[in-house]
């Protein structure tokens, strides 16, 4: 009797045994099926926290971006709307380039000697007239893109020295000096007398003296 109930005991302290080793186990299983969860978590807050920042100056970046657009925008509507009269000093006009060139001269423009440029371009005559108010008309008639003129008044002794930039035409008057036309190097390099910028609808606007 003894003996069974010592058998019963050893068998029963190994059940006891055994159903500790299998909590044990299932702890440890438990367990390590968590880690991996919590880990995803861990990683996934920072690449959320890295998403919203990326966002934020995504939407930053096109914001400043549409603002510069708009700016810009703006801008080429200001110039659009930029007409010849905002440009000018009206307290600074003298008069009108609207005579016809032709009732001057109907000689055509020829090329000054020794000039290396190949835009230099003389025109002379001898007539009581102001040179100024016949410029238009001389450009259309005898200017071309990047060319420089001189008109020569024997009259007046005057070199008129003329050219085109951005649609206005820039005009400077010299005394001529004798015999300057024949040079590259000498013509137009007389004292200057006066200087006007002439306006595509005529206006004559006089420059201050330098």
């Known amino acids: 009797m ?3 109930k010592e058998m019963f005991d050893s068998q029963s302290k190994a059940v006891r045994i055994v159903s500790v080793l299998v909590a044990i186990v299932i702890v440890v299983a438990v367990f390590a099926n968590r880690v991996p969860t919590n880990q995803a978590e861990v ?3 920072p690449n959320k926290e890295e998403k919203e920042v990326t966002e934020t100056t995504d939407d930053k970046d096109k914001t400043d ?3 510069a657009e708009k700016e810009e925008k703006e801008d080429d509507e200001e110039e659009e709307d930029l007409t010849w009269d905002d440009l000018k000093d009206k307290d600074r006009i003298v008069g009108k380039s609207d005579k016809d ?3 001057v001269s109907e000689s055509k423009a020829s090329d000054v000697r020794n000039d290396s440029t190949g835009n230099w371009k003389k025109s002379k005559f001898a007539e009581s007239v102001d040179i100024e108010e ?4 001389y450009e259309e008639l005898h200017m071309e893109e990047g060319e420089i003129h001189f008109i020569i008044n024997f009259n007046y002794n005057t070199t008129t020295v003329v050219n085109k930039m ?3 035409l820039y005009v400077d008057i010299h005394e001529y000096e004798k015999k300057e036309e ?3 190097d000498k013509i137009g390099s007389g004292m200057l007398l006066k200087s006007y910028v002439i306006y595509p609808d005529g206006d004559i606007e006089e420059l201050e003296d330098l």
């Open 182 to 184: 024949h040079e590259a």
């Open 134 to 137: 016949y410029l238009l008309s």
């Open 166 to 168: 951005n649609g206005v």
């Open 65 to 67: 971006k549409d603002k």
């Open 43 to 45: 990683e996934e807050t």
């Open 101 to 103: 060139y032709k009732e």
């Open 2 to 4: 003894n003996k069974f």
